[in-house]
T-cell receptor, first 112, second 116 residues
Framework: QQQVKQSPQSLIVQKGGISIINCAYENTAFDYFPWYQQFPGKGPALLIAIRPDVSEKKEGRFTISFNKSAKQFSLHIMDSQPGDSATYFCAASDGNNRKLIWGLGTSLAVNP | GAVVSQHPSWVICKSGTSVKIECRSLDFQATTMFWYRQFPKQSLMLMATSNEGSKATYEQGVEKDKFLINHASLTLSTLTVTSAHPEDSSFYIC????????????FGDGTRLSIL
């Protein structure tokens, strides 16, 4: 059973557009929700993370929106650039160094 | 720069050999390290969690005698794929969690393992 459901599986956005990726979780004990960016042949790199005590966190062009009651969180990439083309994973855990439960990933392509 | 170093980045070897992959935390002490396996266009699959000085905790379905994990120090964990076969070919990734504090896991750049 997939504990963190991620959608869409793939996404194509024009340069300058907004990329939106959604995740939903089931375990109410989760208290840490990171987003990772992965380029081919590389390990995932942390983009941004949020805890359930806030509803939104913004870092540069990346924003996480968090809805605790709906058990959903999303990543918004503003002004998407071709260099943002990568695979994005959401994850969840019940603490920083506890094991992460991963979404299945979203392949983002930003067209020039 | 990278705070978690994984070595080698790429290895090709014959079926039946054993392959060791190292994961080092470069500028912090890592009480906990995680080992993942990733197939093309798929998500990361946690194989095991290793804690310094104790036995690793393996996920269901992962053979502990096949994938030997050693976490002998706070900066080094190793994964040994024993008697590797073509079906073990995959991308193996480690991550390290800092001792204490409130910091997220840092990931290595992965090891591409190809068994001929």
């Amino acid at each position: 059973q997939q504990q963190v459901k991620q959608s869409p599986q793939s996404l194509i956005v024009q340069k300058g557009g907004i990329s939106i990726i959604n995740c939903a979780y089931e375990n109410t004990a989760f208290d840490y929700f990171p987003w990772y960016q992965q380029f081919p042949g590389k390990g995932p790199a942390l983009l941004i993370a949020i805890r359930p005590d806030v509803s939104e966190k913004k870092e540069g062009r990346f924003t996480i929106s968090f809805n605790k009651s709906a058990k959903q969180f999303s990543l918004h990439i503003m002004d998407s650039q071709p260099g943002d083309s990568a695979t994005y994973f959401c994850a969840a855990s019940d603490g920083n160094n506890r094991k992460l439960i991963w979404g299945l990933g979203t392949s983002l392509a930003v067209n020039p | 720069g990278a705070v978690v170093s994984q070595h080698p980045s790429w290895v090709i070897c014959k079926s039946g050999t054993s392959v060791k992959i190292e994961c080092r935390s470069l500028d912090f002490q890592a009480t906990t390290m995680f080992w993942y396996r990733q197939f093309p266009k798929q998500s990361l699959m946690l194989m095991a969690t290793s804690n310094e000085g104790s036995k690793a905790t393996y996920e269901q379905g992962v053979e502990k005698d096949k994938f030997l994990i050693n976490h002998a120090s706070l900066t080094l964990s190793t994964l040994t794929v024993t008697s590797a076969h073509p079906e073990d070919s995959s991308f193996y990734i480690c991550s390290a969690g800092r001792t204490g504090g409130n910091q997220p896991q840092q990931f290595g750049d992965g090891t591409r393992l190809s068994i001929l």
